[in-house]
């Protein structure tokens, strides 16, 4: 995170929203969805009221520009898909593409050398070049980056069947319309669609002509995930990264034979996995956002929120909560060493250490 100096705390919720609170006492929370956000501005002076800004993110001024991206850096670090507006990606962190698959595809047990670096880091690359994952030295975490295309209009919302619209009538929507009455609507309707598509087309190939650059285009994305808490897509590179990570440390032979048996299971699945797909560029529903900021309380960067919890940084220590039967605490020191919980009231810890 760039902003760490003027940042006292930050936390992504158990709906992936974002809240982020600086030491001047301002505060900023991002919506789950990444495309709006709202700062409020703590009052210097007692007799003059808070101000407050509710903005896309996108469209984000360069006053507030800087807070905005180190808010988003942290969202797409933890979240499981990532926010990517093309305005707020440096250019240097894009590159044109005129073809990217939506899969990794994993090297083989047999033909899997990996990379196994001074520092302890264990690397397994995707064989297209497509997703590096890296294993961390103490092997209770990891990282993953992934190459993403940039977040665009989502073309594919439409009402649901049955939902009707907001024209509808109930009886329309239960079938109760003549033929020729639903002859009409569905001749409206498919002519509504081809205008539609008309002016996407259109609008596509004013993009392509004056900037064919910028119409696709993508970047690098940073997950950095625990092992206990592993989404089916990382599974089979984790577990060829930790059979490469327990060689190197010259385990005991049953603990390779529970790495070999876990690499098994996660190969079952194959060696292909679907990366992460950026979000939308806009919010289908934005008028369901709802901010946490409690006006009357006059303290509120005293105050800890009452809702769960995923990831939470302050003062360059990240604590995690993983969700499951048994909920998990994790805190990671920033050396590379981890503190994770154990038993059901977690009243014990252990520390792994590199």
């Given amino acids: 995170i760039t902003m760490e100096s003027n940042v006292s705390l930050m936390i992504m919720y158990d709906d992936e929203s974002v809240e982020v609170c600086y030491r001047n006492e301002d505060r900023l929370l991002l919506s789950p969805c990444g495309c709006e956000f709202v700062l409020v501005k703590a009052c210097r002076e007692p007799p003059l009221a808070e101000a407050r800004v509710r903005q896309r993110t996108r469209f984000t001024t360069s006053t507030h520009k800087e807070m905005i991206t180190g808010a988003l850096t942290f969202r797409n670090t933890h979240a499981s898909r990532p926010y990517l507006p093309a305005?707020?990606?440096?250019?240097?962190?894009k590159k044109p593409f005129f073809s990217i698959g939506s899969e990794a595809k994993w090297p083989e047990l047999s033909s899997c050398a990996g990379e196994l670096r001074c520092g302890g880091e264990t690397i397994i690359r995707s064989e297209e070049g497509r997703a590096v994952l890296t294993l961390?030295?103490?092997?209770?975490?990891?990282?993953?980056?992934?190459?993403?295309?940039l977040s665009s209009h989502d073309q594919n919302h439409s009402t649901q069947p049955g939902a009707g619209g907001p024209g509808s009538s109930p009886g329309a929507a239960a079938g109760d319309d003549t033929d020729e009455e639903q002859l009409g609507r569905r001749k409206r309707k498919d002519s509504s669609v081809i205008t539609k598509n008309r002016k996407v087309c259109i609008r596509h190939q004013e993009t392509q002509k004056g900037k064919p650059e910028a119409a696709y285009q993508c970047t690098t994305v940073l997950q950095q995930l625990s092992r206990c808490c592993v989404a089916p897509r990382w599974r089979y590179p984790l577990s060829l990264a930790r059979r490469?990570?327990?060689?190197?440390?010259?385990?005991?032979?049953?603990?390779?034979?529970?790495?070999?048996?876990?690499?098994s299971q996660a190969a079952d699945g194959g060696r292909r996995s679907p990366l992460p797909q950026a979000l939308p560029l806009t919010c289908p529903s934005p008028h369901l956002h709802r901010w946490r900021?409690?006006?009357?309380?006059?303290?509120e960067h005293q105050q800890l929120p009452g809702d769960l919890v995923k990831v939470m940084w302050c003062h360059g220590t990240t604590y995690r909560v993983l969700?499951?039967?048994?909920?998990?605490?994790?805190v990671s020191l920033g050396d590379g060493s981890i503190i994770r919980s154990d038993g059901v009231l977690s009243s014990y810890f252990t520390h792994h250490k590199p």
Avoid: M, Q, W
């Fill in 323 to 330: 969700s499951g039967g048994v909920p998990v605490v994790e």
């Fill in 244 to 263: 490469l990570h327990t060689a190197r440390l010259s385990e005991p032979e049953d603990a390779g034979a529970e790495e070999s048996r876990r690499l």
């Fill in 87 to 93: 305005e707020l990606i440096p250019a240097d962190h």
């Fill in 136 to 149: 961390a030295p103490s092997g209770e975490e990891f990282s993953v980056r992934y190459t993403c295309s």
């Fill in 293 to 299: 900021f409690d006006p009357l309380f006059k303290n």
